[in-house]
């Protein structure tokens, strides 16, 4: 990606129509929500199990580090895409929502700070992370195919 600063917002509709992108050509239908909902940014739904997830996207031209707000909306269908954007192409690392608020809790929480407050958080992936989450869309497809029962 070129080196011209662009605005966050701008920063993070790349973001969700790179995911967008991602999840059709990995045989799901999507659609980017916009800014009217603050839990999630795309409903994908898988076009073989017709089963749907909730996708929060996080985007950032830093190559291990996301802002992210203090929301603890967390389902068993949601998952958080973050995509870094520093390089000419976009990485994407995946994670279920509640390793994805774990791991942002514990950075909060070794800064200092209080989980009650209302600063904003960050997700910080460590190298072994980033090789564990890094283009992991297999736990979006096992979700997807996992029996209504279990």
């Given at each position: 990606m070129n080196k011209t600063k662009i605005s966050k917002t701008t920063t993070g509709n790349v973001?969700?129509?790179y995911v967008a992108a991602e999840l059709e050509r990995r045989n799901f239908t999507t659609s980017v929500v916009g800014n009217n909902c603050?839990?999630?940014?795309?409903i994908a739904i898988n076009n073989e199990t017709h089963k749907d997830v909730l996708i929060q996207v996080k985007a950032s031209?830093?190559?291990?580090?996301?802002?992210?707000n203090k929301n603890k909306f967390d389902n068993d269908n949601l998952f958080y895409v973050l995509v870094s954007l520093?390089?000419?192409?976009?990485?994407?690392?995946?994670?279920k929502s509640k390793e994805a608020i774990k791991i942002r809790d514990e950075r909060h929480i070794s800064?200092?700070?209080d989980l009650n407050d209302d600063k904003m958080r960050e997700?910080?992936?460590?190298?072994?992370?980033?090789?564990?989450?890094?283009?992991?869309?297999?736990?979006?497809?096992?979700?997807?195919l996992k029996e209504e029962n279990e």
């Open positions: 973001g969700e129509h603050k839990d999630y940014d795309i031209s830093n190559k291990n580090r996301w802002r992210v520093c390089e000419e192409e976009p990485k994407y690392y995946i994670l800064k200092g700070n997700i910080v992936l460590d190298d072994n992370l980033l090789k564990k989450y890094e283009n992991n869309w297999q736990i979006i497809f096992d979700y997807c």
